[in-house]
């Protein structure tokens, strides 16, 4: 499975960016998918998730109702809306594909092939 990861790149804090991710490899909708990121210094945490069909999805609390994930399994393609976009928003972010038959994923270790990630620098 190949996951490539686009558009990230710098803002200014209130603004937003798209990120999307485009996989191949496998039946895309037989998977559920999910956004991490990982910032210098910390951990990669939990962003997003969303489940196969996309009915449903789940965020981190920092980022509720600021992100919104979707999906369109004839693209095999992710999305990560991110709106009024912080600072404290800034890392690499990492799309993946979690294992089957998760219907849907919040763990990492629930995830096991990862895209190559796309940085977000928010500036204050």
């Known amino acids: 499975v190949q996951l490539q990861a686009s558009g990230g790149g710098l803002v200014q804090a209130g603004g937003s960016l798209r990120l999307s991710c485009a996989t191949s490899?496998?039946?895309?909708?037989?998977?559920?998918m999910g956004w991490f990121r990982q910032a210098p210094g910390k951990e990669r945490e939990f962003v997003s998730a969303?489940?196969?069909?996309?009915?449903?999805?789940s965020y981190a609390d920092s980022v509720k109702g600021r992100f919104t994930i979707s999906r369109d399994n004839a693209k095999n393609t992710v999305y990560l809306q991110m709106n009024s976009l912080k600072p404290e928003d800034t890392a690499v972010y990492y799309c993946?594909?979690?294992?089957?038959?998760?219907?849907?994923?919040?763990?990492?270790?629930?995830?096991?092939?990862w895209g190559q990630g796309t940085q977000v620098t928010v500036s204050s």
């Open positions: 490899g496998r039946t895309f909708s037989n998977y559920a």
């Open positions: 969303i489940s196969r069909s996309g009915g449903s999805t």
């Open positions: 993946a594909v979690a294992r089957a038959p998760l219907v849907i994923a919040t763990m990492e270790y629930q995830y096991h092939y």
